[in-house]
């Protein structure tokens, strides 16, 4: 799929690898939609894309608040043939911890957004994708969703992440086995440890300790090599069924 065609739902879309994901698409002539639960940061982000990018207040757990957004996405941009799921929480925290054992809301929470969410959004923008005219090789659309190295090697304290992204690993192949039949991929980015937000939160001790992990190249990586990542994806129709560790070679140690 080339970029200029593309009209893409990134949910996260207001900051962290989201947003990094519509300005890649935006500046190669792409046409975004950004869900986020964030009002402010999402109206900023379309200030900052321009005319190609609309925001749409999403919670990713709604089913109905999903399939709305999704049709007034699709309605927006003139047709939808991309989605990418960044919306995610990290849900950390220890199943025996200090305080007792952790909630079962807790776990639920971070399944409910992580593993669910991209479920969620995913099938009401397939529903939509499989209506649009077939291009090369009867390519209708692109479902990219974000996993974790966690998924893999999920670090004490990660259970409920673990378990999401281990979810939404596992739900790639059935899903682009199914959606084969009306030519939608399916693929999964499993990152290793990126600036986001959340690591520019963190005290510069903890940041050099945390590139030092990793092998080569020995630092953080960089929302712009994620979204590099997406657009390889998409311009690669034989992508499919496929989750790709974009980590740097770290393998997380126990904590």
């Not at 950390?92 to 992580?114: C, I």
């Amino acid at each position: 799929m080339q970029l200029d065609h593309v009209k893409a739902i990134i949910t996260g879309g207001a900051s962290g690898l989201g947003y990094a994901v519509a300005q890649h698409l935006v500046a190669h002539g792409g046409t975004v939609a950004l869900f986020d639960v964030d009002n402010d940061k999402g109206q900023n982000a379309i200030k900052a894309l321009g005319e190609a990018a609309r925001f749409f207040r999403t919670d990713v757990t709604s089913e109905d608040g999903v399939a709305i957004n999704v049709a007034a996405a699709h309605e927006s941009m003139g047709g939808l043939n991309v989605l990418v799921n960044c919306a995610g929480i990290l849900g950390s925290g220890r199943m025996l911890g200090k305080e007792g054992t952790m909630p079962l809301a807790n776990f639920a929470g971070t399944v409910m957004v992580n593993l669910v969410g991209s479920f969620n959004v995913a099938k009401a923008a397939a529903a939509l994708m499989q209506t649009n005219h077939a291009g090369d090789d009867g390519e209708r659309g692109v479902i990219i969703n974000t996993a974790s190295v966690a998924a893999y090697e999920g670090q004490i304290g990660q259970a409920a992440y673990a378990a999401s992204k281990g979810g939404v690993v596992a739900m790639t192949l059935p899903l682009a086995r199914e959606l084969a039949r009306i030519g939608i991929r399916v693929n999964t980015i499993a990152p290793g440890v990126f600036w986001t937000p959340m690591v520019d939160g963190m005290p510069p001790q903890v940041q050099q300790s945390l590139s030092a992990s990793i092998p080569f190249p020995s630092r953080l990586g960089r929302p712009e090599e994620y979204a590099d990542t997406v657009g390889f994806i998409l311009g690669n129709r034989y992508i499919n069924g496929e989750t790709i560790r974009l980590d740097g070679a770290v393998r997380m140690q126990p904590k």
